[in-house]
């Protein structure tokens, strides 16, 4: 599928986000609440991001970019559009240690502030940084350090 080279990059720091997609995301994607944003060039995807909107959470659940596209303002301008589409410009979102550095430009950019960080949320022994409240009743925070 189209999806799998982005997903593979990703699995590095998230090993389940296949599964995850394939098994969770794609049997729902008709739900009003699961959207995905994505654009190619020349028939190759070059990012996507996966939205989640309710009213108890608006929160970007991916966000990628093809490493070859990467620093050319692409992952702004997916940002952008996730915001635009979740009509929330502080949306929840993590960011794993590895991809910190790399996406620094984009919360910079929105202003957006890291609220939390987890250890061994997704791998052990790294750190997910959580940006934003994006409201969401009950999270999975079990073993957080608040950053305020």
């Known amino acids: 599928m189209k999806y799998n080279k982005l997903l593979w990059e990703l699995e590095k720091n998230y090993p389940e986000i ?3 997609f394939y098994d969770k995301v794609v049997p729902s994607i008709n739900f009003w609440y699961w959207k995905i944003l994505e654009l190619e060039n020349d028939g190759e995807l070059i990012w996507f991001s996966i939205l989640k909107n309710t009213i ?3 929160k970007i659940r991916t966000i990628t970019v093809l490493e070859k596209y990467q620093n050319k303002w692409y992952a702004v301008k997916l940002m952008k559009e996730s ?3 979740l009509e929330n410009d502080k949306p929840l979102y993590t960011v794993s240690e590895e ?7 984009i919360w910079k950019h929105f202003w957006h502030k890291i609220i939390w960080i987890l250890d061994s949320k997704y791998i052990p022994w ?3 940084y959580v940006f934003n409240w994006g ?3 009950n999270n999975d925070y079990s073993t957080p350090f608040p950053i305020y």
């Open 126 to 128: 790294k750190k997910e």
């Open 18 to 20: 296949k599964w995850w």
């Open 83 to 85: 915001i635009k589409e």
């Open 56 to 58: 108890k959470e608006q």
């Open 99 to 105: 991809f910190i550095d790399v996406y620094k430009k």
């Open 135 to 137: 409201y969401q009743e």
